[in-house]
């Protein structure tokens, strides 16, 4: 069974830099969308910012020139290079990944555990 393991969250002063990342637990034969998501408490999860196996990206425009999403794909891991880190930034952090497991065609999407991630003033 693969599962996406999340780690890099913590906590961290306003004006601060936290880096996530995101890989897959098991073999796969590949990754093809990356896509890291928050929640904070009492509001729907959002997306945050994505990356595609050729390394297009798109971000949220609250973290636009501020978080960077990049992916080393042979690793099959993805990371959140979040500077200038603000209070509104707390939230649990999740990855989702669409993956092509070992003797399947198609992908399909996992989701990490979360890694939490605290920003104070």
């Known amino acids: 069974q693969v599962q996406l393991v999340e780690s890099g969250g913590g906590l961290v002063q306003a004006g601060g830099s936290l880096r996530l990342s995101c890989a897959p637990s098991?073999?796969?034969?590949?990754?093809?969308?990356m896509t890291w998501y928050r929640q904070a408490p009492g509001n729907q999860r959002e997306l945050v910012a994505t990356?595609?196996?050729?390394?297009?990206?798109t971000y949220a425009d609250s973290v636009k020139g501020r978080f960077t999403i990049s992916r080393d794909n042979a690793k099959n891991t993805t990371f959140l290079q979040m500077n200038n880190l603000q209070p509104d930034d707390t939230a649990v952090y999740y990855c989702?990944?669409?993956?092509?497991?070992?003797?399947?065609?198609?992908?399909?999407?996992?989701w990490g555990q979360g890694t939490q991630v605290t920003v104070s003033s």
């Open positions: 989702n990944a669409a993956i092509v497991e070992i003797g399947s065609y198609d992908a399909r999407a996992y």
């Open positions: 098991g073999r796969i034969l590949g990754i093809k969308v």
């Open positions: 990356i595609t196996s050729a390394g297009r990206t």
